[in-house]
């Protein structure tokens, strides 16, 4: 009778020998996956905070500087004669326009500071230059400054300013029509002779009428600033339609 495959393997087997055990993870290896796993963690957590800085303090900031601009257009709506001298300058005193670097309006307030800028506005200097505001007629510098990314970056194309290209700001009664004249990619954060009253950085030697556009650079750094000046070109009163001069058609 032929020998079956369960009976050989049965014969095979040394009567009394126990199963070797299987051996565990050493310590090494135990060490090296919970490294892994810490890593993975990190890096999930670091996603997630640069999805939160990229993102979503944009999403926030765009939603609050909606609020703030609609507030002030409903201001302007209800205000009688007087023009923008009237407006309490907290809540804002104008709109910036600027085709080459974005479609939207940019809701104009005073101050420079995080808290300010953080709302996905732009902020005129009071620090340590004083912004000359155009309302006012005077010769000087309008500088304004707005993050470049996060928090509604709204100077985030910049970059895309050529010579010739307008720069417009708006009053409750008032278009200031200013045209880009010079840039300067990368200076100091504390080089504040970009926002005298007379830049001469941007080749200009003689008082007139200037804007001059501030923000971090590179791009998702604070390390230096990029400026761009503009000189005003003219100056257009507001209809009753609130009809945009033509470079904003």
């Known amino acids: 009778m032929a020998a079956t495959t369960d009976d050989t393997e049965e014969h095979t087997a040394a009567p009394g020998t126990a ?23 990190a890096g999930v957590v670091l996603g997630l905070f640069v999805v939160y800085s990229l993102w979503w303090t944009n999403v926030l900031a765009d939603r609050e500087a909606d609020r703030e601009s ?19 300058t ?7 326009h600027v085709p080459a670097m974005n479609r939207e309006e940019i809701l104009v307030k005073k101050g420079t500071s995080t808290k300010i800028l953080n709302n996905g506005v732009a902020g005129y200097y009071t620090d340590p230059v004083r912004a000359t505001l155009p309302t006012s007629g005077r010769n000087g510098n309008f500088a ?31 278009w200031y029509v200013y045209k880009a004249y010079a840039t300067l990619p990368e200076t100091s954060k504390y080089n504040v002779e970009v926002l005298d009253a007379v830049p001469r950085e941007s080749g200009r030697k003689k008082a007139g009428k200037y804007i001059t556009l501030t923000t971090c650079t590179p791009i998702y750094t604070s390390r230096y ?19 945009p001069p033509r470079e904003l058609r």
């Open 70 to 88: 609609d507030r002030v257009r409903d201001t302007w709506a209800h205000e009688g004669s007087g023009g923008p001298g009237a407006l309490d």
């Open 19 to 41: 199963p070797t055990p299987r051996r565990g993870p050493g310590r090494i290896a135990t060490a090296v996956g919970v490294l892994g796993e810490l890593l993975i963690t």
């Open 225 to 243: 600033r990029y400026v761009v000046w503009g000189e005003l070109e003219r100056v257009e009163k507001v209809d009753e339609d609130r009809t």
């Open 144 to 174: 304004v400054a707005a993050h470049r990314d996060g928090h509604g970056a709204e100077f985030h194309n910049i970059h895309k300013l050529r010579k010739g290209d307008p720069i417009v700001f708006e009053t409750k009664d008032t």
């Open 90 to 96: 907290k809540d804002g005193i104008g709109f910036l």
